[in-house]
């Protein structure tokens, strides 16, 4: 019985964050729509940006860190919780050995792609006022990459529902995926 509720308690975790994944999911197709018009950035190109553009600029660089932790912290350490197949600890293991048992489960097609989407997150939270070259090339990084962490979050959802069995008592139908742009 406690073992039934423990699993229902990953689920529900691991819906959750599904739902928190789509919703900004849904921000980052209309920040998309918005910045789409100027993009891919130039140096040119950004000293002409109004305040209005560089707020969607803003926000699409939150969105897409946030996206990427939300995925990376607790979406991938989730799935290996409630395929119950591993001998250890989702939550204890190193994140280079969540990527490599995604990896192996075909989960996830490359670790190395990841690890290269990390990258690009973490040079939006480096500050380079002084060499704005960098600032754009970083801009310009995100914004051609997001469709591969919206591609790797539809396959993992697409795994989820063919892997994973849901308790028949759990509605899903918040749990769709929306489309990006």
């Keep these: 019985m406690e073992k039934d509720y423990n699993k229902n308690i990953s689920i529900l975790k691991l819906l959750n964050t599904f739902k928190e994944c789509n919703g900004n999911i849904v ?28 707020v969607f600029i803003d926000a699409f660089i939150f969105r897409f860190i946030k996206l990427q932790d939300i995925m990376g912290e607790k979406l991938f350490r989730l799935i290996l919780d ?10 204890y293991m190193p994140f280079i050995d969540v990527l490599n048992k995604l990896e192996k489960y075909k989960i996830i097609n490359s670790t190395d792609e990841w690890l290269d ?7 939006f ?57």
């Design 117 to 123: 989407l990390r990258k690009i997150r973490n040079s």
């Design 125 to 181: 939270t480096h500050e380079y006022p002084e060499d704005l070259s960098k600032r754009i090339d970083a801009l310009n990084a995100g914004f051609n990459h997001i469709y591969n962490i919206y591609n790797i979050y539809a396959e993992i959802k697409n795994y989820t529902e063919k892997n994973i069995l849901i308790p028949y008592e759990i509605d899903i139908s918040d749990y769709k995926t929306p489309k990006l742009n």
């Design 82 to 91: 409630n395929l119950k197949e591993n001998d250890v600890n989702p939550y």
């Design 27 to 54: 921000q980052l197709s209309f920040i998309i729509s918005k910045i789409d018009l100027f993009m891919p950035l130039t140096i040119e190109k950004y000293d002409k940006l109004t305040s209005y553009d560089l």
